[in-house]
T-cell receptor, first 115, second 110 residues
Framework: SAVISQKPSRDICQRGTSLTIQCQVD?????MFWYRQQPGQSLTLIATANQGSEATYESGFVIDKFPISRPNLTFSTLTVSNMSPEDSSIYLCSVGSGSSQETQYFGPGTRLLVL | QKEVEQNSGPLSVPEGAIASLNCTYS??????FFWYRQYSGKSPELIMSIYSNGDKEDGRFTAQLNKASQYVSLLIRDSQPSDSATYLC??????????FGTGTRLTVIP
């Protein structure tokens, strides 16, 4: 499976600021995904990022709040904008694998605390 | 109704016993099923995938799928303390969306 890294691994931010999370993969992948895992909860898909096209956002998530870039086949960023304490969460990127990209492998995550 | 449901536990088993983790799903069109293990403070790690009815074995892990009952399970034989983690069931629906359950927390008691 691909080796996935994320930066930063953790951060503490003030409300009203923005944080950009980077996801780097060691091989070219078609589909990359961004998830949020709030404390004690399961994973919730924020958006799917394909290279060369706009990200597809899930219900409840909007581009103005979570802008995503996918400049090439090995890299993506997720920005959490105008943060509030409710944005405190773990943010995970994953990459698809398999003929239909059905199998996903996760990066180590970014632990965000908003004060 | 949630897409994927799991008993949140905690499930406690003694070392050496069989741990049985269960998951049900709502979309009858689902074709791909996954089990992830997540240690505290870590990201999910894929441990098993299953696509056909029946059993699939990989070492101490056995995934079982029953599409008629919309049920998938994970058995861990000879449980070890290092198996203590949260196990997440994930289902790829017919619409190609991957949904995760809330996870079952397993504790293996030495």
């Amino acid at each position: 499976s691909a080796v996935i890294s994320q930066k930063p691994s953790r951060d503490i931010c003030q409300r009203g600021t923005s944080l950009t999370i980077q996801c780097q993969v060691d091989s070219q992948v078609t589909m990359m995904f961004w998830y949020r895992q709030q404390p004690g909860q399961s994973l919730t898909l924020i958006a799917t990022a394909n290279q060369g096209s706009e990200a597809t956002y899930e219900s409840g998530f909007v581009i103005d709040k979570f802008p995503i870039s996918r400049p090439n086949l090995t890299f993506s960023t997720l920005t959490v904008s105008n943060m509030s304490p409710e944005d405190s969460s773990i943010y995970l990127c994953s990459v698809g694998s398999g003929s239909s990209q059905e199998t996903q492998y996760f990066g180590p995550g970014t632990r965000l605390l908003v004060l | 109704q949630k897409e994927v449901e799991q008993n949140s536990g905690p499930l406690s088993v003694p070392e050496g016993a069989i741990a049985s983790l269960n998951c049900t799903y709502s979309d009858r069109g689902s074709q791909s099923f996954f089990w992830y293990r997540q240690y505290s403070g870590k990201s999910p790690e894929l441990i098993m995938s299953i696509y056909s009815n029946g059993d699939k074995e990989d070492g101490r892990f056995t995934a079982q799928l029953n599409k008629a009952s919309q049920y998938v399970s994970l058995l861990i034989r000879d449980s070890q303390p290092s198996d203590s983690a949260t196990y997440l069931c994930a289902v790829l629906t017919g619409a190609n969306n991957l949904f995760f359950g809330t996870g079952t927390r397993l504790t293996v008691i030495p």
